[in-house]
């Protein structure tokens, strides 16, 4: 029945336009209506997550094609489309960007107490133009789509941060991001003089020569690479990070660093593969720097938002050892590990917005001995850290395996040297633990305060099914993504 109605009803333009709808009805009801904002903006992020859903039970597991795929006129001349579909690489980033949603609209709930109304709006319109972004085919308009994104994250940042210097961290995430994303569309401009055409699927069958498959390739990478962010581009996270409010995090850690992996996926490793085996080496090395150099560098940090922001830097430079290994196992891992760190890494700020709230800072050294006065948040807290730390049974786990035996049979130093980052990531995960939750608790700094909430325990209970479901049984995931990502090795000549 369900799978009748979907067929009828359902396509990824109505998903696109869904919160943007939400958006618009919000921006006519007055500021003092603030219950039935609150109810609209849930609702709306509701409805999307379960149009998303349809989807994925829509979804043909058997076909690499392009599924849903819906296509508009834009320019006539340049030949311009707006042109969507999803295949299994992009699928279960559209559903993750609706899960999410609902969570950080949940968080402002009662944490948000000026432009409530702004704020719902501005999630909502942010979750449109990532929707766009997974399932835009078309390159000009996957840029445009990629860059829309900056603008509310820069307001969400810039108004609702949590400190003085939140101004400053919008503006650098800001320019940082945009920068590096000019490169990208002088290269589309190039692409688009010489091919005539930006449709992803006429230039999957264009053959670009090395010299320029090279060029091309630095020029997406400069853009791709600060949004992962690999090191030395990613000084912008960590402030941009510890500025944001809680919802913030949640979406800068959950799905905005998703967008330079999956445009690595999508574009540059399809459309220039000679370019992609010549830079592999490069990527392998500061992918290794970047995971040895940034545990160690969590190790010492005194900020919670700080610690779980560079770790991850650590897991996202994980991911890339497993795109660039070029097989099927590293690739699968890859895409899985990103939507576990999805959930994990989310999870992990609002395990930190919930003491924020309570306490109104976020120095290690103000905690301790939480476990006596927060045993429901303690608990909770151990599970995230655990997977975190890719303890098998939980989802990082299945992702950063696959990666390692991906990254094994393509280079067995890379991999060992990859495998360190899963030491210190438990050395940094459990130090910080130990500092928050034992020890004594120092009433001179933390006031009296209650445990978690019926809300709170409401919103981190689909993160614990989610991650448990991933690390059980990953063949759910696995077999959607399967077909697309043996396509897309076999099409580069990888294999």
Avoid at 71 to 93: A, C, E, K, Q, V
Avoid at 235 to 244: D, M, Q, R, S, T
Avoid at 459 to 474: D, Q, R
Wanted: proline share 4%.
């Amino acid at each position: 029945m369900l799978q009748f109605l979907a067929s009828f009803y359902f396509n990824l333009s109505g998903l696109i336009l869904c919160p943007l709808l939400g958006s618009i009805i919000l921006s006519v009801i007055p500021d003092s209506r603030i219950r039935l904002i609150r109810g609209i903006g849930l609702c709306t992020s509701l409805i999307t997550f379960l149009y998303s859903l349809f989807l994925w039970i829509q979804f043909d597991n058997s076909t690499a094609k392009f599924q849903f795929v819906e296509t508009i006129r834009w320019l006539p001349y340049p030949n311009i489309h707006f042109y969507i579909g999803i295949d299994g690489i992009s699928l279960f980033f559209v559903v993750l960007t609706t899960f999410l949603i609902p969570i950080c609209i949940l968080v402002g709930w009662s944490s948000i107490k000026s432009y409530k109304r702004e704020y719902m709006i501005a999630f909502l319109i942010c979750e449109s133009f990532m929707i766009a972004v997974f399932c835009m085919l078309d390159l000009l308009l996957f840029y445009v789509f990629f860059e829309s994104v900056l603008i509310p994250m820069f307001i969400i940042i810039g108004v609702w941060g949590s400190r003085q210097r939140k101004i400053q961290a919008a503006y650098q995430f800001f320019l940082y991001t945009l920068l590096g994303s000019v490169f990208m569309l002088l290269a589309i401009l190039f692409i688009l003089s010489q091919t005539g055409s930006t449709d992803l699927q006429i230039l999957l069958t264009t053959e670009f020569s090395e010299r320029r498959q090279i060029l091309l390739w630095i020029a997406f990478f400069a853009s791709f690479s600060v949004k992962v962010p690999m090191v030395p581009f990613h000084i912008w996270l960590p402030e941009a990070h510890v500025e944001a409010p809680t919802a913030g995090s949640v979406i800068l850690a959950g799905i905005l660093s998703k967008l330079g992996t999956y445009g690595f996926l999508r574009f540059s490793i399809p459309m220039f593969p000679e370019a992609t085996l010549y830079f592999t080496p490069f990527i392998y090395a500061l992918s290794v720097i970047a995971i040895i150099y940034t545990s160690l560098t969590t190790i010492r940090q005194i900020d919670l938002k700080k610690i779980i922001a560079y770790s991850s830097v650590v897991h996202m430079n994980f991911v890339t050892i497993g795109m660039f290994s070029l097989n099927i196992q590293g690739i699968e891992g890859s895409i899985l590990l990103m939507l576990s760190h999805g959930l994990v890494s989310s999870a992990l700020f609002l395990c930190v917005g919930a003491l924020y709230d309570r306490h109104k800072t976020r120095l290690v050294k103000y905690y301790g001995g939480l476990v006596s006065t927060m045993p429901m948040f303690s608990t909770i807290f151990l599970f995230f850290t655990l997977a975190n730390m890719s303890l098998p049974g939980t989802s990082s786990f299945i992702g950063e395996f696959l990666i390692l035996v991906g990254a094994f049979q393509r280079n067995s130093l890379v991999a060992t040297l990859a495998a360190l980052g899963m030491i210190l990531g438990a050395a940094y995960s459990l130090w910080l633990y130990n500092r928050v939750i034992f020890g004594n608790f120092k009433p001179k700094f933390l006031q009296k305060f209650s445990d978690l909430n019926r809300r709170e325990v409401l919103i981190f209970l689909p993160f614990i099914v989610g991650i448990i479901w991933m690390g059980v049984y990953p063949e759910v995931f696995l077999k959607c993504m399967h077909t697309s990502v043996g396509n897309l090795v076999q099409h580069g000549k990888f294999d």
